[in-house]
């Protein structure tokens, strides 16, 4: 079997790579190990997919070097994936600013990008494993299920790590390294963090409770809710900072974001002196969190016998509360695995290595992670759209 291309990879940034490689009149094959294309897609957004956010930019996203993902960001817009998804008349909404999600099912974004890759003559088939893949005059050569398969190029879009039950693997990073990159540490990211010990003790019960909060760790600051899980701390705020946070880095949190926390409590001792602090306290925040913050961390009074300087202590306190996360939920629950296949060794137009002629990375598989909210899917569109054009 002779192809130009060979995408290993039949989720978001592999379909678009084939559709825009096709329609170039490329011949391709799409292989993919899992028994359906788009898997995760079919999962996003509860099932809606959040397939882009049109508020992106080069700041949304993580890397190494954060000038990579410009060139390919910048030459495929949220708006050349929207029109694709208007060609096909799939309706969708605005969630919240910018984040687009579909009204009915994700199911119609993969029927979307299977029918585009049949019309540009694009092959996908799934249930397909790739075994080895080597270099060869004029190409690749590649052991599959299918038999053996000959291609001039071949894209790497295995993605990360995340929801191996969908069928992730560390496969795409083997063959980096096979050809001489390096990979940068992989970890989970956009996932919940988990308490432990004392630390989860004092959330006890509290478990399905949510607030907005502002989470602020290694220089990156979310406002958005926060849910209090069995197991820890998880909801968008959460999501977004875990990108953010390893072992050892500090995870703070406004619970009040947005208001004098020193203000309100004075103004409640003045409205309610005889009322202690955890009932104006819960006119702040929720009840089940108001007084168990009284219970273990703040001394429960009559508001009157808080001097101004203990209010606005607890004020400072409450809009930048400390917490001691034990770990993440890991790759079982992530939506996106931070690190990779290391950009410096890619070419940020075209997505070709700069070790190997003719093998490409695209998607979660490299070095580039975006924010929650569409981002993610934004970078596979704009990454095969760059590599499809290159190949
Ligand atoms: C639960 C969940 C919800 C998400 N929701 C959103 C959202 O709403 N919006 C958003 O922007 N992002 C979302 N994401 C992130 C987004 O899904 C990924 O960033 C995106 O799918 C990455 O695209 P990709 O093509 O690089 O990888 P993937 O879409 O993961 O595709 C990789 C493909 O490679 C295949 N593969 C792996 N190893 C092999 C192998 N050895 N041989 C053959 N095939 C192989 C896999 O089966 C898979 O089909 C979500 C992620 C998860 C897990």
Same mark, same amino acid.
């Given at each position: ?30 292989? /993919? ?49 929207? +029109? ?34 049949? /019309? ?31 291609? +001039? ?96 880095? /500090? ?90 296949? /290391? ?49």
């Amino acid at each position: 079997m002779e192809y130009d291309v060979l995408v290993i990879g039949a989720g978001a940034a592999g379909l678009m790579t084939a559709i825009v490689a096709g329609r170039r009149g490329r011949r391709v094959l799409v292989l /993919d190990h899992a028994n359906k294309a788009g898997k995760k897609i079919l999962m996003s957004g509860g099932g809606r997919c959040n397939f882009t956010n049109t508020n992106t930019t080069p700041a949304n996203f993580l890397s190494a070097n954060p000038h990579f993902c410009k060139s390919a960001l910048a030459r495929y817009t949220p708006w050349d994936f929207i +029109a694709m998804v208007d060609r096909h008349r799939i309706a969708w909404h605005e969630k919240s600013p910018g984040q687009l999600f579909c009204d009915e099912s994700s199911k119609l974004i993969v029927r979307m990008l299977l029918a585009e890759g049949a /019309d540009a003559g694009a092959r996908v088939e799934t249930g397909v494993a790739v075994h080895r893949l080597r270099a060869v005059d004029g190409g690749f050569a590649v052991e599959t299920a299918l038999g053996a398969v000959r291609a +001039a190029s071949v894209v790497v879009a295995t993605g990360g790590l995340s929801i191996p039950s969908l069928g992730a693997t560390g496969f795409g990073y083997e063959i980096a390294r096979q050809f001489g990159h390096t990979v940068l540490p992989v970890r989970a990211g956009l996932v919940p963090l988990t308490l432990s010990g004392k630390h989860q003790a004092r959330f006890e019960g509290l478990s399905g409770l949510s607030l907005p909060v502002e989470a602020r760790a290694g220089g990156a600051s979310f406002r958005d809710a926060m849910l209090v899980t069995h197991r820890g701390l998880s909801g968008p705020a959460i999501l977004q900072v875990s990108s953010y946070w390893e072992p050892g880095v /500090d995870l703070h949190l406004d619970l009040l974001p947005g208001l004098d926390a020193a203000a309100a409590l004075r103004q409640g001792r003045a409205e309610r002196p005889a009322a202690e602090l955890k009932t104006v306290l819960a006119g702040l925040l929720p009840r089940r969190l108001a007084e168990r913050l009284c219970e273990v961390w703040l001394p429960n009074r009559p508001m009157r016998q808080f001097r101004d300087a203990e209010l606005s202590d607890m004020g400072a306190r409450l809009a930048d509360w400390p917490v001691t996360a034990s770990g993440t939920e890991g790759y079982r629950t992530a939506e996106v695995t931070l690190g990779g296949v /290391d950009t410096d060794e890619v070419s940020s137009s075209t997505l070709m290595s700069r070790r190997q002629p003719g093998l490409f990375f695209v998607g979660e598989v490299l070095d580039v992670t975006g924010h929650l909210g569409g981002y993610n899917f934004q970078w596979a569109w704009a990454s095969g759209n760059a590599a499809g054009q290159a190949v």
